[in-house]
């Protein structure tokens, strides 16, 4: 009897074991099924292949784009199924992403307007600079030149109601114009998209683009140039706005009224009082008035300064000039009403969304507006060796004016024409753009710089990819961590028509170029190494023999002395007919100003083409091979050039070294 009730006991005992390792297991295949793929689970079961979805594929793309090293790891050694490298370069093949309107983008805005209601379709548009490094680029594929740009205009389309954001066109060297603009408008609104608005900052070039339209702070708007009954409303960027009013602060000083002024001077003093080891506002240092650099750039330090907490250390400090506390009260509700990301704010009435509370924020705009019109800059007049304050307005000044003039017409709009109640101001800015501009320079990790070239790919790769991540660090404050693109459906099957690559015409004004055998000892022996390199490269790719290794020539030709020199045995040596054909290459190549070879597609083929056309006798592949080598050695020779024009000092001190 006991033996029995001993059995049955190791019996239930084995059966509630069974029991929890199957709660166990399923809860792990429960999370598994949210970390992994379908695909993925089946790669780690019995299956060897499977056909990746798209969603697989923008997430693998997103991978590659912060690290193609990080995903290899991933993928080889740590075991982890996600698609080869060769998939991955199928899947965006057909995607064209070169300088101008990205019209396979459009493709799918078009499609997914169909699938959204009237308030996720209002929309602005924004559009910022980025610089450049300055250096000239070989794109491969398209073989094409890119010179030396210094920056990049790219234009995006962003929600104004749902948070999405699309880049939609960008260009180099290239200033905001009004037929762009227009252009945007057109293609946006046919995409079933409603724009209401244009955001940018007020840098010189873009003052220029706003007086092309007869835009200013009395008339912030102009009409739908697809649609005379609605308005487009422009704002200016507010963060770039606080951090020019906070420079002017710091570096001149704010003229409010007769003795009433506002400078570094009485900020100091502020700071200085509330200088013990337990302050009262502990975010105030003297950091945030010695800001320099990179760090004037950010936004945080502008809006620590001019907030309620300097506001209130003011009226303690300076309880008889009232008009220091009302100026950073003011500022701070202000950037709050231009700041809401929900609803309701408790603890801050005034940011909460533009129309929450409409009659205080309506009041409390008009009172700004009044302070902002009337105050002036202090500049140093040379006639009295004293500041005086300005006679008229700074360009960040109308470009606060012009803000709550666009969104109090902004909010009547949509009240009317959708119904809607409130604005979430935050939307209304350019962080949205910086965010995207800091992915893309995050994608080459310390080499945030990138070129032309560069920059076409990172941009690619941001459209392609799923869920970018904002890094951090970066010059705005964002409460999205993600940017939402609607063009996650790009690796959809849709069928893109590939931008054909038109050849260059043929200019009639082109040099002639006869063979010539003059070249001096130096020149000679480098184009007779170079010739022997592309007989080596034509012999291993398309088994055609102009030549043979140093061991197994007998003599030594012209101007082989450097071959001869550095070989051990395995170094080419070209053929005359090959020597023949480098050296007339190399002379029409030289003799071809530089407009001749930048910004052109298929300018091998080109090239190729012009030489072929006089010389029918000369190989083609060695022609071609000849220009492909000879383009990239005369963009580093342009971009050495480049470097010692802009840094003449660190070249004299690299050249002592």
Known sequence: MQALELKLMRQKQKNSVRVGLNRETRTICRNVKTVFSENQLRMLGSYKKVKWNKNEIAKSLSLVAVSKKAYELVRSIWKIPLPGTSTLRKWVQGFQCEPGFLNSVFVVLTEQSKHLDNYSKLCMIKYDEMNLNGTSSYDLQCDKIYPNYSKVQVVIVTGVIKNWCQPIYYSFDQNMTFNILKTAIAKVQKAGFEVCGVVGDMGGSNQGFLRSMNVSYENPFISNPCNNEKRIHFFADMPH????????????????????????????????????????????????????????????????????????????????????????????????????????????????????????????????????????????????????????????????????????????????????????????????????????????????????????????MLLLGSKMKIPTGANVQTCENELLFLCSELLSPFSFDKEEIKAPPIEPDLPSISYTANESQFSGMALFHLAGYIGHVVRQKYKKIFGENTKNCIGRPQFSEWTFEISKGNLFVPNNDLVKMISYCENFFCSLPDKYLVNRCGITDFLTSRVLESQKEFDSDVVKIFFKTRIKIRLKNMNCKENRVKNPKRVRMLCKK
């Open 241 to 460: 706005l606080i951090k020019l009013l906070r420079n002017h602060l710091l570096d001149q000083g704010i003229y409010l009224s007769e003795n009433r002024v506002i400078d570094k001077e009485v900020l100091e003093k502020l700071i200085d009082a509330d200088s013990s080891e337990l302050k009262l506002a502990p975010k105030l240092g003297h950091n945030i008035l010695n800001v320099s650099g990179t760090e004037r750039m950010k936004v945080a330090p502008a809006v620590k300064l001019l907030s309620k907490h300097t506001a209130f250390l003011a009226k303690f400090v300076y309880p008889d000039r009232t008009y220091i506390y009302e100026f950073f009260n003011q500022f701070d509700d202000f950037f709050d009403i231009f700041n809401s990301q929900i609803p309701v704010e408790k603890l801050k009435p005034l940011k909460s969304g533009f129309g929450m509370k409409v009659e205080d924020q309506i009041s409390r705009l008009k009172e700004i507006y009044k302070v902002i019109e009337g105050m002036r800059v202090l500049f140093f007049s040379q006639k009295s060796k004293s500041f005086a304050p300005k006679k008229s307005m700074l360009p960040f000044q109308k470009g606060m004016l012009m803000s709550i003039n666009s969104l109090l017409n902004l909010y009547e709009d949509v009240k009317t024409d959708y119904s809607i109640t409130y604005l979430l101001t935050r939307r209304l800015n350019q962080d949205i753009l910086e965010s995207i501009f800091s992915i893309i320079r995050s994608f080459g990790r310390t080499y945030d710089n990138p070129s032309a070239y560069e920059f076409k790919n990172r941009m690619k």
